[in-house]
């Protein structure tokens, strides 16, 4: 399993980036998709859980301004990330679950100047 994260930059804060994954295979295959990030000195955070069941859940620092979705038929998935801040500024990873194994997408940077 592949995973290709992509649409990363620098952005302003209050604007919107929309970030990709797109898998090698079809995204029905995995239990759990989610979107983690890393910011600088700071430990890895999962932001987005997409789970097989079609529920997104979010923690409270992004709830109401990340929304997760998918395109089935291109094997993508995508973050969408509205009214960004600063402090969402990170390195965003995709990973997916599949049959007890774990696969990781290469980060994808996120810059939001203030």
């Known amino acids: 399993v592949q995973l290709q994260a992509s649409g990363g930059g620098l952005v302003q804060a209050g604007e919107s980036l929309r970030l990709s994954c797109a898998a090698s295979?079809?995204?029905?295959?995995?239990?759990?998709i989610n979107w983690h990030r890393q910011g600088p000195g700071k430990q890895r955070e999962l932001v987005a859980e997409?789970?097989?069941?079609?529920?997104?859940s979010y923690p409270d620092s992004v709830t109401g301004r990340f929304a997760f979705s998918t395109d089935v038929a291109k094997n993508t998935v995508y973050l969408k990330m509205n009214r960004l801040k600063a402090e969402d500024t990170a390195v965003y990873y995709c990973?997916?679950?599949?049959?007890?194994?774990?696969?990781w997408g290469q980060g994808t940077q996120v810059t939001v100047s203030s």
């Open positions: 295979e079809s995204i029905y295959t995995f239990d759990v």
């Open positions: 990973s997916a679950h599949q049959r007890g194994r774990t696969y």
């Open positions: 997409f789970t097989s069941g079609g529920r997104a």
